[in-house]
């Protein structure tokens, strides 16, 4: 008998950790048991251990196209030594005589020599590992603990880190719906300054806006639009002081609706150093628009315009987008002139103007 634990924190699950499991159970022909642990050795997750779970089981439901289990047992029974080494004591003595192999992550081999008991691991099960994009690992560990590569197996350089932190978009639609439902790790930070309904418009902004791109694009777009408006909810006061620090050279003659955009660009960097450069630029610039606008810019201006919670028919707009997102965004842009023009609010502001003058021609 042959066992293969994959043992991690999933926080959260990603594809890369799909594409490992993949790659072991093809070139090993074991079936790869998810060891999801209560929490992590080298990290500080602020995850609930049932929900890091829950996701796992949702996304291998969804995606997993090989055979696997998953060993919920230390989530289940919090008595539970949680140790890889004990973990692997206690399924030694479940399963006597059974030929035990242990699955790492690329980023786990530098630090193994600093697990409990590593050279007991080392001596109870074979131990494999799945390179991870530009990074290095220790040929000296490998040597001295006989940690085996699964060559040929090809990960994607995902980051669970840069995904709790907005400095990446989760791929899976289903881990993004459970992350922003249950509000955990960048959903839980924007939510802690927005109203429930704003929060609610971030999240469809995000969604909204990363269904008018493609690949890298859409990504920057859904990171965009779950902080568009973080600082939406401040007083003006701070509004401002923020905005300066963005740049301080800011015109102090934008109308108070202006401001929060600077402010969450700001604001944004601050709380989310991960975040991209250009998402940050299109926060800095999702309401007034500006005269030097990427597609990532145009996407979150059009989707905060136009997300179907706005209350209006806004269909037509939102097809045109996903089908040409330059000629979709001119047409929100005129459509959102209409509508400030009939609200009484000033389209005079520098950076409005002349994002009529570069898109409408001067309309």
């Not at 499991?21 to 642990?37: E, K, N, Y």
């Not at 990363?210 to 902080?227: K, N, P, Q, S, V």
């Not at 709380?271 to 007034?288: Q, S, Y």
């Amino acid at each position: 008998m042959k066992i293969l634990l994959y043992g991690g924190s999933f926080d959260p699950v990603h594809p890369d950790h799909l594409e490992a499991a993949r790659g072991a159970h093809a070139l090993l022909g074991l079936v790869p048991v998810f060891q999801i642990s209560r929490k992590a050795r080298w990290k500080h997750p602020d995850s609930d251990p049932e929900d890091r779970l829950e996701i796992l089981r949702r996304v291998l439901s969804l995606r997993a196209d090989f055979p696997y289990e998953i060993d919920d047992s230390l989530i289940k029974d919090p008595a539970l030594p949680d140790f890889t080494v004990e973990v692997l004591r206690r399924y030694r003595g479940k399963y006597p005589g059974a030929e035990l192999h242990f699955l790492l992550g690329g980023d786990s081999v530098n630090t193994f020599p600093r697990w409990k008991e590593a050279r007991e691991i080392a001596a109870t099960c074979r131990l494999h590992y799945v390179e991870r994009p530009g990074l290095s690992v220790d040929a000296s560990i490998l040597n001295e603990f006989g940690i085996e590569p699964l060559r040929g197996v090809k990960t994607a350089g995902y980051s669970s880190t840069a995904i709790r932190g907005l400095g990446a978009a989760h791929p899976y639609a289903e881990a993004r719906e459970y992350i922003q439902t249950r509000r955990m790790y960048y959903a839980k930070t924007v939510s802690s300054y927005l109203s429930g309904s704003r929060y609610e418009h971030s999240v469809r902004v995000a969604e909204l806006a990363r269904t008018f791109l493609r690949g890298t694009e859409a990504d920057l777009a859904y990171i965009a639009g779950m902080a568009h408006d973080i600082a939406k909810e401040l007083p003006i006061g701070e509004q401002k002081k923020l905005a300066a620090e963005y740049d301080p050279g800011l015109s102090k003659e934008y109308p108070d609706w202006v401001y929060h955009q600077f402010a969450g660009a700001a604001l944004s960097r601050k709380t989310f150093p991960l975040m991209p450069k250009e998402a940050i630029r299109a926060i800095a610039g999702h309401c007034t628009g500006s005269a030097r606008m990427d597609d990532v810019a145009k996407a979150v201006y059009a989707a905060d315009k136009i997300e179907p919670g706005r209350g209006y028919d806004s269909k037509w707009m939102i097809d045109l987008c996903r089908r040409d997102i330059k000629r979709g965004f001119e047409t929100v842009l005129r459509e959102n002139i209409k509508f400030l023009h009939s609200r009484g609010y000033s389209c005079e502001d520098k950076l409005t103007r002349s994002t009529i003058r570069e898109y409408l021609k001067g309309e």
